[in-house]
């Protein structure tokens, strides 16, 4: 469903088409970004996630009868336009995503011209999935501008494609399927191996605060991929195919493996089992457990998986000694984002104190 702030950025899109190209756009589609709750460097591993979407999000205009074979892609945030090859391959740029996800689209005809022009609010190197974001958003466009129904799956896998065989980047499939599949106002249990996914409620009473620390990120520098090959040493090490085969009755074998080995299977098995215990604390509507796996995780993901910085660790430290009751590094780390998890009638004090404490966070959004 989309909602007001949805159709608010719909229609400033739709407004910048026009106003770049001369013609209305023939096409509008939105995606949002998301907030992991849970489940962090678990979905390249086989594992479980609890992703949420939020209101924040990328919106695109497009239209057909361009110069034959190019994009002309246009950003109304970053006051630019790139014209692109529909064959060329990704150059580090921020239109990659467009190009790739227009390329992957079902019904895209050969010799094709395209325009589009994006609008988002949602930061980029926020670990709140940008990229996600506006490869589906690119994706439901061409559904709507070819003519074709892919369903939101089938959406999120053309989209994690891109993201793997195009841009680069070796990530599992929770971003896309996160934005493609969710609902705003409620997580999503997923399990990323077999794609079961149920909807999980959020506590009443609560509020997930989103927090940027102001240290943004860009995971194709390097550490998203180390930790991908540390998974990947460690799985032939213990003869597994995937960290998520093993459980917390395997932690003796994978306490015996070499440093930082051992610390890199010891986050995947013990947040897959937070995720577990997290989804059944929402569904029992047990805000203060969920906090406390929330505190365990970013523990977790500090200390055993090593993708937090110090300012990171001091953000979620004030976000507790604010008010909040849970707080923890989301997204791919190395900067970015935090969630907390604080109660309604507190909110105002825990976002008055983190602005005032720490001047470079910029509070994005609650849900």
Known sequence: MIDNAANILLARVAEAYKAHFGIPPEAVAFAPGRVNLLGEHTDYNGGLVL????????????????????????????????????????????????????????????????????????????????????????????????????????????????????????????????????EVAQAVFLDTRTLHHEPVPLPEGYSFLV???????????????????????????????????LDLDDMERIEALDEPLNRRARHIVTENDRVKRGAKTLEAGDAAAFANLMIASHHSQSADYAVSLPEIDRLVDGALAAGAIGARLTGGGFGGSIVVLVAAERLGDVRDTLTKNFPMVRVLTAA
């Open 51 to 182: 992703p949420m979407p939020l209101r924040l999000g990328t919106a695109m205009a497009a239209g057909q009868g361009g110069t034959a074979g190019k994009l002309r892609v246009a950003s109304a945030d970053f006051e630019s336009e790139e014209v692109r090859d529909l064959c060329e391959n990704a150059s580090d740029a921020w239109s990659d995503y467009v190009l790739g996800s227009f390329r992957n689209a079902p019904g895209l005809k050969e010799g094709s011209g395209l325009t589009a022009m994006v609008v988002s609010n949602l930061p980029m190197g926020a670990g709140l999935s940008s990229s996600a974001a506006i490869e589906v958003c690119t994706l439901r466009t061409a559904d709507i501008l070819f003519g074709t129904e892919t369903d939101p799956v089938t959406v999120a896998k053309l989209a994690r494609k891109v993201e793997n065989e195009f841009v680069g980047m070796p990530c599992g499939i929770m971003d896309q399927f996160a934005v493609s599949v969710g």
């Open 211 to 245: 927090v940027h620390s102001g240290a943004s990120h860009k995971l194709t520098d390097g550490g998203y991929a180390t930790r991908v090959a540390e998974c990947q040493a460690a799985c032939k090490a213990l003869g597994v195919e995937a960290l998520s085969n």
